[in-house]
């Protein structure tokens, strides 16, 4: 019998990843995919945005040579000015950025410079999150907690919650917060509530860690998916007494550039403290991992950022995504209801690419094994998968598997 090589443990299979291979290969014609976190047209197909479509176009002759270690000085000032608004370098912020290898790079990047340098006891990390959150961290060594985010049975954000768990948080632990469109409840806190975590985390002096994946996406308001992410950045520019924030921007899904992989970290600390040995420490690290971040997709965002027409256009692109999705949310509850009669107006409520359904692993077992309908264990599913020919059999899948 053979044996495994340096006693090495089989590592199972990804979860979303193994269930959309299974998606591939089953052969049935009805079969409806409601797993990848990717945007789909209404005929269920890829959708290149006419923003980055144009955009393309002026790249007629793209160079191929390297990026500098810290990427696109353009690209990163477009980034920052994105997230933080135009005002970003009146002086007010005290920021370094580096161009990363989207948004899963720029988390990671995070969490080794933190590890090394911050050394926290804890990262805070929500339950549920993004399956690479907890991954990250356990990766650079540091101990995962969890605070309760999401009540199942208000299908709202667990505020008491979340603020009793950071209770317990000590100085220079690292709090991990989603900017917008929470993947995968799809339940966002309120401006109130962010103004009661923001307290938090500055008298507890807890480093702050934003991932923000969706601005723009989530409601096709560029500038209101920042409202936190800005909001956390005023309130540490008036105090010398924290501990700091960062933000790990992707731009895969407002972009539609999955495969390009751009991304930005954002590093900022007190107005008491100099960042200037924060670049070259980023630096160091992303030269031993990657060493060149990838140029082409940052020459597509730059292009489209920078030019008054294609950043128009591409609002406009946000709208069209955010807008067909908050559509087919608004009726896939109308045939769920109409299916089970019952109360489904938290999927319609809830923001962004996934909704947290409330199905159970057994549902979702059985609406694969009889339907074909295909999401994760948890009951998430991405409703870009949705599409006005297949809702209704999707909503009638879910009445069957519901039915007491």
Known sequence: MSQEYLNLPVVPADTAFGIM???EADPHPNKVPLIAGAYRDEYGKPWILPSVRMAKERLDEPTHEYLGIA???TFLRLAKELVFGKSVDNGQHNIESIQTVSGTGANHLAAVFLARHLRPGRV????????N????WESVGVTVAEYPYFSPVTQQVDIGGILEALEHAEPNDVVILQACAHNPTGVDLSKS???QVAEMVQRKKLFAVFDSAYQGFATGDVDGDAWAVRYFAETLSKTDDAAGICVAQSFSKNFGLYGERVGALHFIAPPNFSTQGVRGHLMAIARAEYSNPPRFGASIVETVLGDETLRAQWENDLDTMSSRIQKMRGILREELEKQTEKDWSHVETQIGMFSYTG??????TQLREDFHVY???????????????????VARAVGEVTKV
């Open 21 to 23: 291979a299974d998606f």
């Open 71 to 73: 990427g696109s000085p």
């Open 124 to 131: 805070f990390i929500p339950n549920p999150t993004w399956v």
């Open 133 to 136: 959150h907890k991954s990250i």
């Open 193 to 195: 509530q962010w103004m």
């Open 359 to 364: 199905l159970t692993k057994e549902h979702v």
């Open 375 to 393: 999401l994760l264990p948890s009951g998430r599913i991405s409703v870009c998968g949705l599409n006005e020919g297949n809702v209704e059999y």
